[in-house]
């Protein structure tokens, strides 16, 4: 996933959320933040 920018990452993983997509989705984004040690409250909303 390294493709895909920090920003690009929260973005997909809150649309996730609001969209209640698949739990595993979600996970595997949420893992990768992880990974990044990337806090989704930094970031602004632009979706």
């Given at each position: 996933?390294?493709?895909l920018s920090?920003?690009?990452l929260v973005d997909a993983y809150?649309?996730?959320l609001n969209y209640k997509l698949e739990?595993?989705?979600i996970m595997l984004l949420?893992?990768?933040m992880k990974r990044r040690q990337i806090n989704p409250?930094?970031?602004r909303i632009t979706a």
């Open positions: 996933m390294e493709i920090d920003e690009l809150r649309l996730a739990l595993d989705f949420a893992a990768e409250d930094q970031y």
